[in-house]
């Protein structure tokens, strides 16, 4: 499955880059560059979809610049109240699966909350999405690299897209995770999203990005809206 990356993401990464300045230069450019601070490890993981490691309040001007609708958090801390408030502002609803961050070898991540976590991550509604724990390396990493599976990705190029997040602190257990998910019971989930918004007819297997989204329906996920107060 291939999904296609448009004019959004290029404004997105051209935001991104600007950011790549001498330290200097930041500096003297003021409140405005500094509103564009990307979170640690953010990228793009495909049209709609980005991952980072936990926003702090400096990165709230980059984070607004994605017009996200929603948030999948992958720690069992309660959100901080910045970033409530953020969100409730905004108007992003926010998605958490508590996943603890285990560095025991022998502790797996645990396979049903990342099939619900993916099961948000594959309905285009939610989208513009950002998918994000701690620092964006093993939570993170295990759910992109799962999504990758699905994506037809060979194995090789997960793990590689893997370490380059987690570099010296790769877990093996996330790796056998990875190598170990079985995806067959995401295929009719994911097939149904391609033919609804697609076609039957349809030869290009990809999500497609409509108005129509808004009124098709998937299994409905747990959330927390995150709803504006002054409304």
């Given at each position: 499955m291939i999904l296609v990356q448009k004019s959004e993401d290029q404004r997105v990464f051209g935001l991104f880059k600007r950011r790549i300045v001498v330290k200097d230069e930041v500096k003297c450019k003021g409140?405005?560059?500094?509103?564009?601070?990307?979170?640690?490890?953010?990228?793009?993981?495909d049209r709609g979809i980005y991952r980072s490691g936990f926003p702090k309040e400096e990165n709230f001007g980059f984070i607004r610049s994605l017009n996200l609708k929603s948030i999948v958090y992958l720690c069992p801390e309660p959100y901080p109240e910045p970033n409530a408030q953020f969100l409730r502002s905004h108007g992003i609803q926010l998605f958490q699966f508590g996943i603890d961050g285990s560095k025991e070898p022998s502790v797996n991540m645990p396979k049903e909350t990342i099939l619900e976590a993916l099961h948000v991550v594959l309905d285009v509604r939610n989208h513009p999405l950002l998918i994000h724990c701690k620092r964006g390396k093993h939570r993170t990493g295990s759910l992109v690299g799962c999504l990758r599976k699905l994506q037809n990705w060979c194995l090789s190029s997960v793990f590689e897209e893997y370490h380059r997040f987690a570099a010296a602190k790769a877990r093996i257990s996330d790796l056998r995770f990875i190598e170990l998910f079985d995806i067959s019971?995401?295929?009719?989930?994911?097939?149904?999203?391609?033919y609804q918004y697609q076609g039957w007819a349809s030869r290009s297997r990809r999500l497609s990005y409509t108005e129509d989204t808004e009124a098709k329906s998937i299994n409905g996920p747990r959330k927390i809206e995150y709803l504006d107060s002054s409304s």
């Open positions: 409140e405005e560059e500094d509103g564009l601070v990307p979170p640690i490890n953010f990228s793009m993981v019971c995401l295929r009719d989930c994911v097939y149904s999203i391609i």
